[in-house]
């Protein structure tokens, strides 16, 4: 049953206005500096991308072709060059921490001290107990290599290519893959990768996730869609050597950044290694990078071989001087400009 009828009822007003949004303050500078930090050594927020960091044991015998096992009964000597380990990792490259550091035995410490000092002099004298590349060695690399993957050279513009294909791949693929360093087509090579098919994309997804510089090639031609050159993308311009930096500029930096990977060939950064690699996996993620080259007008690069032509992208000087936040500084004359690293400032 309905309730009696009360005559006509008011209508709500509208809402309360809401309060204007507050303008947050700028940070302190301590604080803008330590974000910066913190943007280079948290790697547990970058979310977008799957990166697999190496422990040093594995980046010893994949990256380097170390041998040795530990022996109790045939104990390795102290390097007679003195090297100690803290110096020894580093030259790895390899941060001494005790959640990085999978290599306790102090017997195979003094043999990766001592791989490390003669690789430092001289790798031809590595023993063959420590080296996979020595042909005297018990496990030479020559014999055990990952045979799923064949390896061509092309030396173009004085400078050498390496070009991988994987042997078990369609004839129909797409894509190859490039890399101008040896030691990346040695880590490939010493890989256990597993039974079955080996793909283009899982070579590239493997260079990716350890960051080691690639480039995916296609056989297809780009496409002109325009005869004029791509304009290049503004960068940071230049300031006065007085100028001191605030979140502002900082600020600035990201969205000048965020807006440039929104360009096609902006993926080849995936591709790079480095600062360049590990600012750029922060925004893209690496679908785009496994999608294959885009070959954007005007930032595209070729490779010469058996009467073929590789495409690829490619990142001038310009775009890599925004990626790494490099503006110009008024020098002393007032006309010439020396560089500085806003990403690291």
Same mark, same amino acid.
């Given at each position: 049953?309905?309730?009696?009828? *009360?005559? /006509?009822? =008011?209508?709500?007003?509208?809402?309360?206005?809401?309060?204007?949004?507050?303008?947050?303050?700028?940070?302190?500078?301590?604080?803008?500096?330590?974000?910066? &930090?913190?943007?280079?050594?948290? $790697?547990?927020?970058?979310?977008?991308?799957?990166?697999?960091?190496?422990?040093?044991?594995?980046?010893?015998?994949?990256? %380097?072709?170390?041998?040795?096992?530990?022996?109790?009964?045939?104990?390795?000597?102290?390097?007679?060059?003195?090297?100690?380990?803290?110096?020894?990792?580093?030259?790895?490259?390899?941060?001494?921490? #005790?959640?990085? $550091?999978?290599?306790?035995?102090?017997?195979?410490?003094?043999?990766?001290?001592?791989?490390?000092?003669?690789? &430092? +002099?001289?790798?031809?004298?590595?023993?063959?107990?420590?080296?996979?590349?020595?042909?005297?060695?018990?496990?030479?690399?020559?014999?055990?290599?990952?045979?799923?993957?064949?390896?061509?050279? !092309?030396?173009?513009?004085?400078?050498?290519? @390496?070009?991988?294909?994987?042997?078990?791949?369609?004839?129909?693929?797409?894509?190859?893959?490039?890399?101008?360093?040896?030691?990346?087509?040695? $880590?490939?090579?010493?890989?256990?990768?597993?039974?079955?098919?080996?793909?283009?994309? /899982?070579?590239?997804?493997?260079?990716? *996730?350890?960051?080691?510089?690639?480039?995916?090639?296609?056989?297809?031609? =780009?496409?002109?869609?325009?005869?004029?050159?791509?304009?290049? @993308? #503004?960068?940071?311009?230049?300031?006065?050597? +007085?100028?001191?930096?605030?979140?502002?500029?900082? *600020?600035?930096?990201?969205?000048?950044?965020?807006?440039?990977?929104?360009?096609?060939?902006?993926?080849?950064?995936?591709?790079?290694?480095?600062? !360049?690699?590990?600012?750029?996996?922060? &925004?893209? /993620?690496?679908?785009?990078?496994?999608?294959?080259?885009?070959? #954007?007008?005007?930032? +595209?690069? &070729?490779?010469?071989?058996?009467?073929?032509?590789?495409?690829?992208?490619?990142?001038?000087?310009? $775009?890599?001087?925004?990626?790494?936040?490099?503006?110009? !500084?008024?020098?002393?004359?007032?006309?010439? @400009?020396? %560089? *500085?690293?806003?990403?690291?400032?």
């Amino acid at each position: 049953m309905h309730p009696p009828y *009360q005559g /006509d009822m =008011p209508l709500p007003g509208p809402p309360p206005p809401s309060p204007p949004p507050s303008i947050p303050q700028s940070p302190a500078a301590p604080n803008f500096e330590l974000d910066l &930090v913190k943007t280079y050594d948290d $790697d547990n927020d970058i979310q977008t991308t799957t990166v697999r960091l190496r422990l040093l044991g594995d980046l010893l015998r994949t990256h %380097y072709g170390f041998l040795f096992d530990d022996d109790d009964d045939q104990p390795y000597p102290p390097p007679t060059s003195g090297l100690s380990w803290p110096k020894a990792t580093a030259a790895l490259l390899h941060p001494l921490t #005790e959640s990085g $550091d999978d290599i306790q035995s102090q017997n195979i410490r003094n043999a990766v001290c001592d791989f490390v000092s003669h690789m &430092v +002099t001289s790798a031809s004298t590595i023993p063959p107990l420590l080296w996979d590349l020595n042909l005297y060695s018990h496990h030479p690399l020559y014999m055990h290599r990952e045979s799923r993957i064949s390896v061509q050279t !092309v030396a173009q513009d004085d400078k050498t290519y @390496f070009i991988l294909r994987p042997s078990t791949a369609s004839n129909h693929s797409p894509w190859l893959v490039v890399t101008w360093s040896a030691a990346t087509v040695l $880590d490939c090579m010493r890989h256990n990768w597993p039974p079955g098919g080996l793909t283009c994309v /899982d070579l590239a997804l493997y260079l990716f *996730q350890h960051g080691m510089r690639f480039s995916m090639r296609s056989l297809t031609l =780009p496409i002109l869609s325009s005869p004029l050159p791509v304009p290049q @993308f #503004e960068a940071l311009g230049w300031r006065r050597k +007085t100028h001191k930096f605030t979140y502002i500029d900082y *600020q600035s930096y990201n969205s000048r950044l965020l807006e440039f990977f929104r360009r096609p060939h902006s993926r080849a950064a995936l591709e790079m290694e480095g600062i !360049v690699w590990r600012l750029s996996r922060a &925004v893209l /993620d690496q679908d785009t990078v496994l999608l294959g080259p885009a070959l #954007e007008d005007g930032c +595209t690069d &070729v490779l010469s071989c058996d009467d073929l032509n590789l495409w690829g992208d490619k990142l001038s000087d310009h $775009d890599l001087d925004l990626i790494c936040g490099v503006y110009k !500084v008024e020098g002393k004359s007032g006309m010439s @400009f020396i %560089y *500085q690293d806003f990403s690291l400032t």
